[in-house]
């Protein structure tokens, strides 16, 4: 078994998808073992996505993923990182494969519904970052 981080962003929460999104993780067989609702506040936002400082799209990011509730989550499975990846779909929604988790609710590039880890390193700084404990 391994262990990623997923969150489901303010666009999916504000249109009451989280039922929708845990459901479809378990289906595809990931078990939550850990999982909170917040708000992030922007200097939390921007720290979560440090790795893309200085990237034109980061204050953008930063003010959606703080525009509303997020519920982080950590998912265990076997491959779990990689199935995780397959499961969410392209980061563009307008590239995410049929099937695919972004290719059903996803918006647009920035408001794409959920967040994975994209390494099992970072998966591990990643469930340190909203579950200290
Ligand atoms: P996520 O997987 O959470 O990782 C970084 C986020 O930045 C990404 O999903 C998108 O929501 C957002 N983003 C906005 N613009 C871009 C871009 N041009 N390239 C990559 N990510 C972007």
Redesign the pocket.
């Known amino acids: 078994m391994s262990r990623t981080l997923l ?1 489901i ?1 303010p666009d999916a929460t504000q249109r009451s998808l989280i039922g929708h999104v845990v459901s479809r993780l378990e289906k595809a067989g990931f078990k939550p073992v850990e999982m909170r609702m917040l708000r992030l506040a922007k200097e939390q936002a921007r720290q979560f ?1 440090a790795v ?1 400082e200085g ?4 204050d ?2 930063v003010e ?2 703080s525009s509303g509730l997020v519920v982080p989550m950590v998912l265990e499975k076997e491959n779990a990182v990689d199935d995780l990846r397959t499961l ?1 779909g392209a ?2 929604p307008a590239n995410a494969a049929c099937g695919t988790i972004r290719q059903e609710i996803a918006v647009d ?4 519904s ?3 880890s ?1 390494s099992d390193e970072n998966a591990a700084k990643e469930i340190a970052f909203f579950f200290e404990d």
């Open positions: 969150i962003k996505y893309h990237k034109p799209f980061l953008d990011l959606f993923m969410i980061t563009n590039l920035q408001r794409n959920v967040h994975a994209d």
